[in-house]
């Protein structure tokens, strides 16, 4: 796609010359004669930058620059000059301007210039485009549940989100707390800075804590380079730290810290490191019961405990099930190239009945393996896997078929649950890492696959 230049200059020549040199190189280019003219134009128009004399007739060109970083930010502006001096060049950049280049103009530099200038708008456009898909990716208007709970929770959650305030998310696993918190940054005065995730669960203590805070050069064996942690990349934004319940205790006075004061140290740092960043904690435990039985400690629990959303298991929202199937039926159908109608009545059925202790996560696993394996135009009872979702009906397979679908779906679960970790799935199995793996390569299970699914 060729980029678009405005060029605006009071010199005639200026304009000729620079017009026909840059339309040799491809680039669609339209002229102005002062500053009210190029407003003109790019109200009419995009262009993707803008090449500006400073001093005109009327408006300057460092008034033109403003009107431009207020009413198109994304386009690019390089000023150009006769009378150029250092303190008009750093005044130029800090308006927002792309360049600063000084008449007579090298027209070798002045492409490199362009070239460079287009590239940012490009970039900029495109993380625009990334931010609004984002954004509406995480709406609270399409988070999905009818269900009166789900609803008083979006509502919660709304309200909470333009706020500052401390978020503390619990529920069972697999009931989208993670979905809740972005949707909680992406609508928040935040939602420009970053939005930073950490699974306390899935790292032991010692590599936990550099996660988090970063450590410096040399600091432990391994540590061959400074390492910026994860409070200090959220520094502005949110940060989710996702199954608190699972830290020790030690880590629990560290965290305190973050909390009360907003800063901490490196690993093997001298450095105070201050960050504004906004908390959202989510566990699947009750961390009240947690601190009852000594596990948790209080003042960790009174600072996350600033507002509290309890989010309940799905079989407490069972008339919420169709409505989700069928998104995940739509999300796999696009994702697999397939075209399927519907979910048959019967089958709606059985997801409606059936207890689903994976809750949301086990559902869309569920529908993404339905919608592989239908043939006709819907999904079927049939097209569902063994588990207790389905009874079979004039179908019937061996006891060894099915305890290895029963296995297959297990550990699958267990998989997911870990994040990937194997060490942590065979743990919350009861088995053995060489069994698990012996498992893993008898069941054909791809690690990296499923994780991606």
């Known amino acids: 796609m060729q980029a678009r230049v405005l060029i605006v200059d009071d010199d005639r020549a200026v304009r000729t010359a620079l017009k026909i040199n840059l339309s040799k190189h491809r680039f669609l280019v339209e002229t102005a004669t002062n ?35 207020e009413q198109w930010p994304d386009t690019s502006v390089i000023m150009m000059t006769g009378h150029g001096s250092v303190e008009d060049a750093v005044q130029a950049i800090k308006e927002g301007a792309s360049e600063y280049i000084i008449k007579p103009i090298s027209k070798d530099a002045l492409l490199v210039m362009i070239g460079r200038a287009v590239k940012d708008k490009q970039m900029r456009s495109e993380l625009h485009d990334l931010r609004n898909k984002v954004e509406e990716r995480y709406g609270f208007g399409n988070l999905i549940g009818n269900n009166d709970k789900m609803r008083g929770i979006y509502d919660l959650a709304r309200h909470v989100a333009e706020t500052a305030a401390t978020v503390l998310l619990q529920g069972p696993t697999g009931t989208g707390k993670e979905l809740l918190a972005h949707a909680i940054h992406f ?81 093997g740092g001298m450095e105070t490191i201050k960050v504004d960043v906004r908390i959202i904690a989510a566990t699947n435990r009750n961390l009240s019961q947690e601190v009852d039985a000594g596990r948790f400690r209080q003042d960790l629990f009174y600072r996350l405990n600033v507002f509290t959303i309890q989010i309940p298991p799905l079989k407490e929202r069972r008339d919420d099930i169709a409505l989700l199937a069928d998104f995940f039926l739509q999300k796999y159908m696009l994702k697999n190239k397939k075209k399927l109608n519907r979910i048959s009545s019967e089958a709606i059925a059985r997801l409606i009945n059936y207890d689903w202790p994976g809750n949301v996560r086990e559902l869309e696993h ?45 550990i699958v679960q267990a998989l997911r649950h870990a994040d990937g970790v194997q060490a942590r799935a065979a743990q919350s199995l009861g088995i053995s890492r060489s069994n698990l793996n012996y498992r893993l390569n008898k069941l054909s299970i791809k690690v990296p696959e499923i994780m991606t699914r």
């Open 35 to 69: 500053a009210e003219e190029a407003l003109q134009f790019m109200t009419d128009s995009s262009f993707d930058l803008v090449l500006t004399d400073v001093k005109m007739p009327g408006a300057s060109g460092m008034s033109l620059l403003k009107r431009i970083r």
């Open 187 to 267: 609508n928040s005065p935040r939602k420009n800075a970053p939005f930073i995730r950490v699974n306390c669960a899935a790292l032991p203590e010692t590599l936990l804590e550099s996660e988090l805070f970063g450590h410096e050069k040399g600091s432990f064996s391994g540590a061959i380079r400074q390492h910026r942690g994860r409070f200090e990349l959220a520094d502005g934004g949110s940060i989710l730290l996702d199954e608190i319940g699972e830290i020790t205790h030690a880590m629990q006075v560290k965290l305190l810290r973050v909390l009360e004061e907003g800063e901490f140290q490196r690993i």
């Open 366 to 410: 569920v529908i993404e393996k339905a919608v592989i394996l239908a043939h006709g135009k819907e999904v079927t009872e049939v097209d569902l896997p063994a588990s207790k979702i389905r009874i079979e009906t004039g179908v019937v397979k061996t006891l060894s078929q099915a305890l290895r679908d029963c296995e297959l779906d297990v």
